[in-house]
């Protein structure tokens, strides 16, 4: 069955950044484009990014352009998130989330249980 | 970007109720539009997709609607397990929008 397994909770300092991970199981890595989700404490859900895992293509939200990178390691079926130049703003949970199909254009069909950034001083 | 309405933004409901929440985007999506549903803690649950296609496991008493700017999500007959909080989603351009978010409860 698919499964989308994410990396533990960060606490990470303003200014700093974090990398964390989703690794993905029970279905054919490359054929399936991988979104980044997150969701403040109290808040709705808040699209962050797309990968395609086939080519590596990737489109930011706006607001996170510059400050986030995601990649793929296709050799682990493994996606990274890393955020840049955090915030106390960026406190939230990050999510991932495959898209149905292969298509920039699809639903958001399986999440990962979430990991929970913390920025504190 | 294309902003997303829920309406209401909370409910009151009871067992066994016909509950109908409304999505409408700020521009024409087609049918691009999905439905999640997320219980406190957890993460979202994807229940429709293509404004009217029920995701695979989900029970047929959720039900969707719509196409271009206006949407609807039926849920038949609440029952205990449906109190949650409910996003709709556009996935028709980026960057991909949700709506606020509509909590039903007791």
């Known amino acids: 069955q698919v499964q989308l397994v994410q990396s533990g909770a960060e606490v990470k300092k303003p200014g700093a950044s974090v990398k964390v991970s989703c690794q993905a199981s029970?279905?054919?890595?490359?054929?399936?484009?991988m979104h980044w989700v997150r969701q403040a404490p109290g808040q709705g859900l808040e699209w962050m990014g797309i990968?395609?895992?086939?080519?590596?293509?990737?489109s930011y939200a706006e607001k996170f352009q510059g400050r986030l990178t995601v990649t793929r390691d296709t050799s682990t079926s493994t996606v990274y998130m890393e955020l840049s130049s955090l915030r106390f703003e960026d406190t939230a949970v990050y999510y991932c989330?495959?898209?149905?199909?292969?298509?920039?254009?699809?639903?958001?069909?399986?999440w990962g249980q979430g990991i929970l950034v913390t920025v504190s001083s | 970007d294309i902003q997303m309405t829920q309406s209401p933004s909370s409910l009151s409901a009871s067992v066994g109720d016909r509950v109908t929440i409304t999505c409408r985007a700020s521009?024409?999506?087609?049918?691009?539009l999905a439905w999640f549903q997320q219980k406190p803690g957890k993460a979202p649950k994807s229940l429709i997709y293509?404004?009217?296609s029920l995701q695979s496991g989900v029970p047929s008493k959720f039900s969707g609607s719509g196409s271009g700017t206006d949407f609807t999500l039926t849920i038949s007959s609440l029952q205990p397990e449906d109190f949650a909080t409910y996003y709709c989603?556009?996935?028709?351009?980026?960057?991909?929008?949700f709506g606020p978010g509509t909590k039903v409860d007791v």
């Open positions: 989330a495959r898209g149905e199909s292969g298509s920039w254009y699809s639903n958001l069909d399986y």
């Open positions: 989603q556009q996935y028709n351009s980026y960057p991909f929008t």
């Open positions: 293509g404004a009217s």
């Open positions: 990968i395609t895992p086939s080519g590596g293509s990737t």
């Open positions: 521009l024409g999506i087609s049918n691009y």
């Open positions: 029970g279905y054919t890595f490359t054929s399936y484009s």
